[in-house]
């Protein structure tokens, strides 16, 4: 079992930037892969980043490409979420959550997953 704690986020004006980090409770396998997510209000959670452990691939969704980036720290078991150049339209509650890596590496289901954190950009 891993549990996951979220920190930093917040209330930012657009243009903006916020760093989530995410916390694990125990050191994870290098094969392990931390995603990060989204869900604005009446909307599905949606996958924004994702990292494996060893560091040597990482995704993002094509709302978050050119402004967001993902890195992890092993020696910290922490995984970060860098947000520049932030929208109204990011707006949502991030989770962090975490899974064992699987052909289409960073796809759903994650099994573990952090309480969320708030962001919000006002315009």
């Known amino acids: 079992q891993v549990q996951l704690v979220e920190s930093g986020g917040g209330l930012v004006q657009a243009g903006g930037s916020l760093r989530l980090s995410c916390t694990a409770s125990?050191?994870?396998?290098?094969?392990?892969?931390m995603g990060w997510f989204r869900q604005a209000p009446g909307k599905e959670r949606d996958l924004v980043a994702a990292?494996?452990?060893?560091?040597?691939?990482?995704y993002y969704a094509d709302s978050a490409k050119g402004r967001f980036t993902v890195s992890r720290d092993i020696a910290k078991n922490t995984a970060y979420l860098q947000m520049n150049s932030l929208k109204p339209e990011d707006t949502a509650v991030y989770y962090c959550?975490?899974?064992?890596?699987?052909?289409?590496?960073?796809?759903?289901?994650?099994?573990?997953w952090g309480q969320g954190t708030q962001v919000t950009v006002s315009s």
């Open positions: 125990r050191r994870t396998s290098s094969n392990y892969v």
């Open positions: 959550a975490g899974k064992s890596w699987t052909i289409g590496w960073y796809a759903p289901p994650y099994d573990y």
């Open positions: 990292i494996t452990w060893s560091g040597d691939r990482t």
